[in-house]
């Protein structure tokens, strides 16, 4: 439940190269007019544009999602609604592997997994943390020439493909299913 608040917290998403004048429109023409209106009534006003917000180092290491999401929650208790603004135009944008996967999860998918490189590739790139509770499989972070995302991009495509095939014949729950697919 949001708590009582004079702030308005507005996350702004879409992707970021098609709807770069949009958000910079968002910025310059309408964001100082919602802040002009809110301080005229005692309120605060912040838009939450992750363009400039994840750094190079959090893409590395694979927290993009994480960030982005833990940003949306925040807006979600602190601003009654709306609290977010999607964006969209002709690009899906983009589609990050999933950061982390349940224990049980990730090993039932493994064992759908029928080509011996498919499944040494998941192994590759999640990595078993007993620390988390349930048990998780986290993404490990892209280092050298994988920092670059152009040579990232070709890896990114074949774990999503593999995952969402795999995910698919274990029959996960469409809640679940999402984050393989969207």
Known sequence: MPLQTNTFRI????????????RNALQERVFPRLRELCAQHGGRFQAIDLRWGVSEEASLDQQTMNICLGEITRCQQVTPRPNFILLLGDRYGWM????????????AILERVGDAEGRELLREWYKRDDNAVPPAYCLKPRRGELAIYEHWETVEKKLHGILEK?????????DEFIKYTA
Do not use: C, M, R, W
Request: hydrophobic fraction near 30%; charged fraction near 25%; avoid cysteine.
């Open 11 to 22: 996350f702004v998403s879409s992707t970021f190269s098609d709807l770069k004048e949009e």
């Open 96 to 107: 990050p592997p999933p950061p982390q996967i349940p224990a049980h999860e990730f090993d």
């Open 166 to 174: 795999a995910a698919g014949e274990n029959k996960i729950p469409p």
